[in-house]
């Protein structure tokens, strides 16, 4: 698991400055899983912003370059990515499909949208990586239907531990342009908040789920 150390500061300050990306250690946020967290972030807003928008999408065309030149699809992992994969494969060239967290339930029901052809080098793209549960289904999804999974690539990581080990049992090489790290490090944050709860903030990256579970009533 890796970070794009020369974008990542900017990244993280362009995500916090359109709300993308919200801290509140005394109201914390519920997840979809159920997790008390003082973090959300919700990439979806990048779209609403052209020039933030274009940056992420040249900073993830540009991993994908680097690191999977030999790269023969793009997949998005639904619903936040579909447009962010769509970006990049635009810029690339490349086909895109997207996968969907379960089979449709009408039609000919299908996970995976798109064209599909056996034994493709694909490079998955997500906008965040949270536990990456969801995120290595996706992988699995992908390798069952007979493509080439080479690895992920995402906008935006918390960094916890639980996703790195998600990761690298599903043998999925990944890489993000920013993660909780690079946000914590920014000035902004770093004025935001009282020496207390920048702690608070630490406390809950180093064990989210106990964090949780203090605050939950």
Not at 47 to 64: E, M, Y
Not at 92 to 115: D, N
Not at 125 to 152: C, F, Q, W
Not at 166 to 182: I, Q, R, V
Request: aromatic share 6%; proline share 5%.
């Amino acid at each position: 698991m890796g970070v794009h150390t020369q974008l990542s500061g900017e990244i993280a300050r362009l995500l916090l400055q359109i709300n993308a990306i919200k801290l509140n250690v005394e109201n914390p946020f519920t997840w979809a899983s159920g997790l008390r967290s003082p973090v959300y972030c919700d990439n979806r807003r990048i779209l609403s912003f052209p020039d933030i928008r274009r940056k992420v999408t040249t900073g993830l065309a540009g991993i994908v370059r680097e690191r999977y030149p030999e790269a023969e699809l793009i997949a998005g992992v639904a619903t936040g990515a579909i447009a962010h994969g769509v970006l990049v494969a635009g810029q690339l060239g490349l086909p895109f499909v997207y996968v969907r967290s379960a089979p449709k339930g009408h039609g000919l029901a299908s996970r995976i949208e798109g064209h599909v052809e056996e034994g493709l080098r694909t490079v998955v793209i997500e906008d965040l990586v949270s536990t990456a549960k969801s995120s290595v289904a996706a992988v699995r999804a992908l390798g069952g239907a007979g493509l080439d999974v080479r690895g992920m690539v995402a906008i935006f990581t918390y960094g916890l531990a639980q996703s790195r080990k998600h990761l690298e049992d599903a043998g999925c090489p990944f890489t993000a342009l920013s993660d909780f790290d690079a946000l914590m490090a920014l000035p902004e944050t770093q004025q935001q908040f009282s020496p207390g709860e920048l702690d608070a903030l630490q406390a809950w990256h180093k064990d989210p789920i106990a964090w949780s579970e203090a605050r939950t009533p």
